[in-house]
């Protein structure tokens, strides 16, 4: 732009000293006067030359410095590769971890419910068992008191058939008394409970006792049942019959 500017200049000077030349020639003088002629003064006028840009010397890469760049990005690519490895890494062991503790969770909750059903079933099991229990011990209460029951028949008319009722006895009168019996079915004691009032009638019952002897049928009975229901035997004797 500053080489235009004085490239203009210049020239403008140049046109005004040809003009201000041709304006002296064409005006009339005296005859006497001489022309005098002007040279016009050229103005050596150029363009002034703008300076050269600075190149921007780049320096030259060298072997090493390529070298090293390429060793610095594939230092970078290797440290990029190693982090997304580590991240994987580190992402793969935190769902193995994730899963075990899942899986473990799972199992746990797998024995738990294996323990609470065990559980259940060993009260179940128990609840039958003792449910099987009592109604064993209310089987065998009941055949006891069955075969009690045959045997304490087979006493009373044991007993029926060996008393002689004294001529005194009356209607309404009642003797019990209590045999003493060892396993044989051997009478070795026996114990008025209550009296008759009537004497005769008192030693007419003790003699039918006596006179039973024993009772043989008894050893056939379980020693269990003997010492529960015919260790000791209550007899109630009265003129209608004789009960147990």
Known sequence: MKNYLSYGVGAIGSICIHGLVLSVLLIPGDGDTQAIVIQPQYINSKLVELAPKKKVVVPKKTKSDAAKKKRERQRRLDAAKAKANADAQKKKKAD??????????????????????????????????????????????????VA???????????????????????????????????????????????????????????QAAFKAAQFIELQQMSPSLFEKKFRQVDVSFSPQDLRL
């Open 96 to 145: 193995l971890d994730r899963k075990e503790k899942e899986r473990l969770a799972l199992e746990q909750d797998r024995l738990e419910r294996e323990r609470l059903a065990e559980l259940q079933r060993q009260k179940l099991a128990a609840e039958f068992a003792q449910t099987l229990a009592e109604e064993q011990l209310l089987l065998k209460a009941q055949e006891d008191e």
């Open 148 to 206: 009690a029951n045959s045997y304490r028949q087979l006493i009373s008319l044991r007993l029926s058939e060996n008393w002689s009722r004294p001529p005194s006895a009356r209607r309404g009168m009642e003797t019990l008394i209590r045999l003493q019996l060892v396993p044989t079915g051997r009478v070795v004691g026996v114990t008025v409970l209550k009296s008759s009032g009537d004497s005769a009638f008192d030693r007419s019952v003790e």
